[in-house]
């Protein structure tokens, strides 16, 4: 059960992964400025990033958004396993420290912290019984009994920890991001298309909008246009990976608590 529950967040992670690796990189926004001539230089957008290409802003939005120390990740984002949609709600930073909330279709939810070397999850009963499947009635309801709104504990290098423990790490999580930014997909990113949007806002933030296609899969890049240009939401129109995540709080601290009262430790019991 804590298997499925730890490797369906990591999810989300592929799919900012799927949306990066499709940005274009600095060789393809350097063509589109390569390619400009004085006669079309009166014709350049005007009002936020003037001048500047779709590809370009992307650049300067991947730079940002990767150079963060920490943020909030907020959206939904489908489960290959069980056909559902995973819906996630956790603030990260680069010192690998992570807290908020998730969720499988709607059922229940677990609450999941990391903090030093120790992941600590809480799951409410509704959550614990939609991933009972294949679990007898006798099973599940032990399972509920010792575990619902219970905060449960285990070491982050373990087998069925690390990889929400990877998930927790920002750099990890903006790996591609990086990637893109200095030009290491630029194999992917010579087979996009990324156009100017219009402004607009997202939860009261001003935005530009910048699109994105890669054959048949599109994207839509929503960039700050006040202070630094992070990157505030993405929606993937991909095949593999569709879904939309939300990006907020950059640079604030992470909540990373220990919770209080009793923690059951789950390497202890035996996992």
């Known amino acids: ?53 779709g590809g370009e802003i992307a650049e300067r939005a991947l730079t940002a958004t990767s150079g963060a120390s ?39 939810k677990a609450d999941v912290v990391k903090t030093g070397t120790t992941l600590y999850m809480r799951y409410d009963e509704k959550f614990l019984r939609a991933q009972s499947d294949g679990s007898s009635k006798e099973e599940t309801d032990g399972v509920v009994a010792m575990l619902a709104g219970k905060w449960t504990k ?54 530009l909008v910048v699109n994105e296609k890669d054959g048949k899969d599109s994207y839509t890049l929503y960039v700050a246009t006040q202070g630094k240009p992070y990157i505030l939401r993405l929606e993937s129109r991909s095949a593999k990976d569709p879904g939309t995540i939300a990006f907020s709080e950059y640079d604030k601290p992470v909540a990373a608590k220990t919770p209080t009262g009793e923690i059951l430790d789950l390497d202890a019991l035996g996992g």
């Open 1 to 53: 059960m804590r298997r499925t529950t730890l490797a369906a967040l990591c999810l989300t992670a592929v799919t900012v992964a799927g949306v990066a690796g499709c940005l274009p990189g600095e060789d393809k926004a350097a063509d589109k400025t390569a390619d400009k001539t004085a006669d079309n230089a009166a014709t350049k957008p005007k009002g936020p990033f003037a001048g500047l290409t």
């Open 154 to 207: 285990m070491a982050a290098t373990g087998a069925d920890a690390k990889d929400i423990a990877g998930f927790c790490d920002l750099d990890s999580v903006l790996a591609d991001f990086k990637d893109a930014q200095s030009g290491g997909s630029a194999g992917a990113a010579s087979d996009t298309d990324a156009t100017r949007g219009a402004t607009t806002t997202v939860d009261g933030t001003p935005a």
């Open 70 to 108: 920490s943020l909030r990740m907020t959206g939904d984002v489908p489960d290959d396993e069980s056909g559902g949609t995973i819906r996630i709600d956790m603030a990260l930073d680069k010192r690998g420290e992570c807290a908020g909330t998730m969720s499988l279709n709607g059922e229940g």
